[in-house]
């Protein structure tokens, strides 16, 4: 039932949100780092390596993002937003650009608080193996309990015309954030007209992932809003000249095992048959124990006593010195 999947949905902590930046911290740091990233040792394939309490990254069954086909069924209901307006804080965390806002959305019987709204590029999710140019996630906590985390995933598709108003409205403001760890306010707020009106008349998927950055905590509800919102060209190249690419490689198939594991076997794999294929050739050519080394019987030539049987000569016969003996019938 919905209401017991939102209530199983609780084990990820709300300090491990993506985006979760406090600029004290920063300070007494230094210069802004970040802790994973999309590329190399600090990319996907080694975010379990970065950190102990990474470890569901690699070994988690049920991980974000996915590609939703049949086996995702329908939300049963639409969540219900109110975001009133107000300024709002537009950060560049390296790994994304983010939109610190407050809201509640009502779902499942719970209210959930909007903490703020992140994007990917190009998609994470994807639909029968369709993928889109970007993705934004509004992330949510539970009001009741902050464990509980639902992200409300909206995709993007390019378009001729104006950018919906969660990506028009900030465009604007992107020269200001274009180092890491830069941040501005929008004045006013953002728009959330256009996602309200999608919500309501698109078909909602529904399951339950993991967080698709570090530390990959599971329990987490999706909600991803099966209609795609518009971007223009404009934009999205703006976007993504800051945000550049971070994506989660496509996750395994809910309840399997975990696509790095998966991938970990094939390696072994591969390295038993390099090895078995090495240790075949070396014991081909290895002489048995005490039995002298074979000499090419091409290099050799014929042994004494060989008995040679001519089929058929081919062209001008070659003067060539044999020795042989005849037996007579």
């Known amino acids: 039932m919905l209401f017991t999947t939102l209530l199983l949905a ?53 991980q974000s993002p996915i590609n939703l086909d049949s086996a995702v069924t329908l939300a049963t209901e639409k969540p219900v937003l109110d975001i009133p307006e107000q300024n709002s804080k537009f ?50 906590t539970g009001v009741a309990d902050e464990s509980q985390i639902v992200v409300l995933a909206l995709l993007f598709e390019m ?89 989660r490689l496509t996750q395994n198939v809910l309840d399997s095992d975990n696509i790095l594991a998966v991938g970990s076997r094939s390696i072994e794999m591969a390295k038993a048959a390099v090895a078995a294929g090495a240790n075949s050739t070396a014991e081909e050519a290895a002489p048995a124990e005490g039995e002298a080394p074979a000499a090419s019987a091409e290099a050799a030539g014929p042994a004494s006593g060989s008995t040679i049987t001519v089929s058929e000569l081919l062209g001008t016969p070659l003067a060539t010195p044999l020795l042989g003996v005849v037996p007579k019938a």
């Open 10 to 62: 609780g084990t990820a902590s709300a300090s491990c949100l993506h985006g979760v930046y406090k600029r004290a911290e920063a300070e007494a740091e230094g210069p802004f780092q970040s802790t994973f990233g999309y590329e190399g040792t600090f990319g996907p394939a080694n975010w379990a390596g970065l950190a102990p309490e990474n470890s569901a990254c690699s070994l988690g069954s049920k």
């Open 91 to 140: 950060l560049n965390l390296n790994t994304t650009i983010e939109v610190e806002v407050n809201g509640t959305t009502t779902f499942g019987g719970n209210q959930f608080r909007l903490a703020q709204y992140h994007i990917h590029t190009p998609s994470e999710h994807r639909i029968a193996g369709e993928y889109h140019p970007l993705e934004v996630h509004m992330v949510h």
């Open 159 to 247: 378009s001729v015309n104006t950018s919906d108003p969660v990506i028009a409205g900030i465009t604007p403001h992107l020269s200001a954030i274009t180092t890491p760890g830069a941040e501005t306010e929008i004045e006013g707020g953002i728009d959330f007209a256009g996602v309200v009106a999608k919500v309501a008349e698109s078909n909602i998927m529904q399951y339950t992932g993991s967080l698709t950055t570090p530390p990959c905590s599971e329990g987490v509800t999706f909600l991803i809003v099966e209609s795609p919102l518009s971007i223009n060209v404009a934009d999205y190249n703006a976007i993504k000249k800051i945000v550049k690419f971070n994506s």
